[in-house]
Each structure stands twice: as structure tokens, then as C-alpha cells.
């Protein structure tokens, strides 16, 4: 370590390097504080879907502020031309390792926790940007109990040119937490995020995800056919109030959900006030148990879903490896 990017960031260390790029935790000489820098990988910075990709998530990063959002700070070019973005830093431990070390979490502590992210969440949508890849490896629990979201990497801007990278479709978020529309192909919207967030949710009361599977290619089908097993019958301390709101998340058809972070917190902050919906034949279709498969019609829709991603990450990979001369 040691580095200087750009006469000014310090790098302290790595935070995360894979295909598309690196992100570095460095001190700001100017400024004494610490900072988060994020660099494209240069083996990907010709090519036209990645450049834009940046260039969106830049544009997202200028339009949102939010103390619990890792705001953008400024952004740049290195010396040999590749662009770099500077983030705020935040001192915290990866929701992911919270779930893993504590779910089930206390009921107050999880309906706090997904009122707050969809608190945040709202302001993300009003400035007409959709997260589309909500997941505990993308938030951040702070000391002080926040949890901010990390990483608009593949976030939608309304009115913005739909964008594709290489052979990689417009169904990319993570196989636990996507709505059934990514799965489907569909560019998702703001009900997608809530999906994502009532997943999340479920994970938080009931130590796992909505759906469990062998592999993606189940967990996928299952999200397409079926809805997730009522938390409640994994967990009965659950109320019948929050067992409809984490339900109503999760909806399969967009219509069905929340239409709004707005209408999810407001049932979040007030559970007495939530009238309990039973799962029925009209909402709640029924569960799928691991292992089973759907239709052939749909494995072959997740096939070219789940195909597609892993022939762009075997691009990503020869082409790091033909910019390092072949090593």
C-alpha cells in the first residue's frame, strides 16, 4: 500500500477487486478524512457498455445525496486516462456477515432496520434512479446502528438508454433477492427494489432467504412459479400484521406489491394499523419444496438467463487476461 491515485488519495488498503473493477479505502490528503476510490478495470474501459455503465453510475452518484446512501465526493482521471470515482467512506460491518453471525434478528431490531432502508430507498426513486441489486453484500451497518446502501453499479435512470454489458442481459441482480421480472428479463422498476427489500426482510425475521435451492437455476424458477412460504409458519412470534406486510413485498405480479418505499415504510411504522391478509388461492400460490423444478418453459427462459451471465463473465476474465500479456 502507499499508493498515491491522482497526487491526492493515499491507498490504505483493497475493499474489493474483481472483472469490472477495484475499490480502494484511501485517506484524502487535502482533507484528512477517508474516502472510498473506485476505478474501473482498464482491461474493460474501451469497451463502449462498460464506459457507459460508468458514465450512469456517475450521473447517479451526482444526483443522490442521503446520509444513510455512500455518496459520491468527486470523481476523476488517472494519468494514463482511466476515469475513477471518489465515495464516501463509512465505517461498518457488511449486512451479510450480520445475518450470518445474528439472523434471526430481534422483531423490533428487523422492522426498524427495512423501515429505515426504505426510508432511503424513497429518496433513491424520487430522483428517478431504481437500485435493481438490493442485498446484505451491498448494505453497510454502521456503529451507530444505520444501514446504508452501497453500490449503484447496475442501477436503472429513469429515461436513460437502456444499457447492456457484452452478452450480459438486463436480468442482473442476485438469484435470492431478484424480483420475478429480472428473472423474466424485464428492465424492473421501483416495486422491483421492493421486492428486494421485503426479501431481505424475510431473511432478517427468519435466519433464510424467501427461496432456497440447489443451485440459481431453482431458486430462479421457484420465484417465477411459486410464492415464498408465509414467514410466520417459520417463525410464529411473528405477527399475523407483519407476516401481510413481508407477503405483500413479495408479491409475484408488480401490481400486487407495495406500490411504493413510501406505502411499505408507512405499514413498517404503523403494524397495528395493518389489516392481516390469510394466504389463499388468489394471493399465495403453493410453496414449491427445494429441489423442485419449474415448467420446461421456464428453465429454459433461466438457462438463457443464468448461460448468458456466465458467457460474460468468461469475456470479462480472457480479457483481464489478455491485458496482463497473457500471465
Known sequence: ????????????????????GATFRARDRATGGEVVV???????????????????????????????????????????????????????????????????????????????????????????????????????LTPAGDLVVLDFGIASLQGARRLTFHRLTSSVGTPDYMAPEQVSGERGDARTDVYAVGAILYEMLTGRPPFQGDNALAVMGQRLTSDPRPPRELRPE??????????????????DRYPSMAALREDLLHLDSVVPDEPGPATALPYRPRGDLPPPRTIALIFAVVFGTLGAIGVIAELAHRAQGGR
Do not use: W
Request: net charge neutral; aromatic share 4%; charged share 25%.
Open 238 to 255: 411473528i405477527s399475523p400484521q407483519l407476516d401481510t406486510v413481508v407477503r405483500r413485498a413479495l408479491r409475484r405480479e408488480r401490481a
Open 38 to 140: 473506485k476505478i474501473p478495470s482498464i482491461a474493460l474501459i474501451g469497451d463502449p457498455g462498460t464506459f457507459s455503465r460508468y458514465q450512469r453510475e456517475l450521473e447517479i452518484g451526482r444526483r443522490l445525496e442521503h446520509p444513510r446512501l455512500q455518496n459520491l465526493v468527486t470523481s476523476g482521471q488517472l494519468p494514463g486516462g482511466a476515469p475513477y470515482m471518489v465515495l464516501e467512506y463509512h465505517e461498518g460491518r457488511s449486512f451479510r456477515d450480520v445475518l450470518a453471525k445474528g439472523a434471526p434478528l430481534p422483531l423490533d431490531e428487523a422492522v426498524g432496520l427495512a423501515a429505515q432502508l426504505a426510508e432511503t430507498l424513497e429518496h433513491v426513486h424520487q430522483q428517478g434512479v431504481v437500485h435493481r441489486d438490493l442485498k446484505p453484500e451491498n448494505l453497510l
Open 1 to 20: 500500500m502507499g499508493q498515491v491515485i491522482d497526487s491526492r488519495y493515499e491507498v490504505l488498503g483493497t475493499l474489493g477487486e474483481g472483472g469490472m
